[in-house]
């Protein structure tokens, strides 16, 4: 079975950075998407950004321009560059693994503070 391992996270000051990682392991398929997702307290979990087999990214409108997904596939990892953080960017960031058949993985998720 597929597991990810998150990590990056932590606290933040308004207007700073932090880089998020994810790293996939286990019975992986050659084809597969990766993304990142946030859920605050009260809140429904959101998409921040993802990233497909070829390259191909998409981004939420709230990160667009300050964010940056990427991936590494000799390693299976994933990363999220994030800049110009904002307190409303404070929630809990989620890693997702989207084989090309069969059910998505979850990672535990990595807490993101941005707080002065």
């Known amino acids: 079975q597929v597991q990810l391992v998150e990590s990056g996270g932590g606290l933040v000051q308004p207007g700073g950075s932090l880089r998020l990682s994810c790293a996939a392991s286990?019975?992986?398929?050659?084809?597969?998407?990766m993304g990142w997702y946030r859920q605050a307290p009260g809140k429904q979990r959101e998409l921040v950004a993802t990233i497909t087999s070829s390259g191909m990214r998409t981004y939420a409108a709230s990160v667009k321009g300050r964010s940056t997904i990427s991936r590494d596939n000799a390693k299976d990892t994933v990363y999220l560059q994030m800049n110009s953080l904002k307190p409303e960017d404070t929630a809990v960031y989620y890693c997702?693994?989207?084989?090309?058949?069969?059910?998505?993985?979850w990672g535990q998720g990595t807490q993101v503070t941005v707080a002065s």
């Open positions: 286990g019975s992986i398929s050659s084809i597969y998407a």
């Open positions: 997702k693994f989207r084989p090309s058949s069969g059910n998505d993985v």
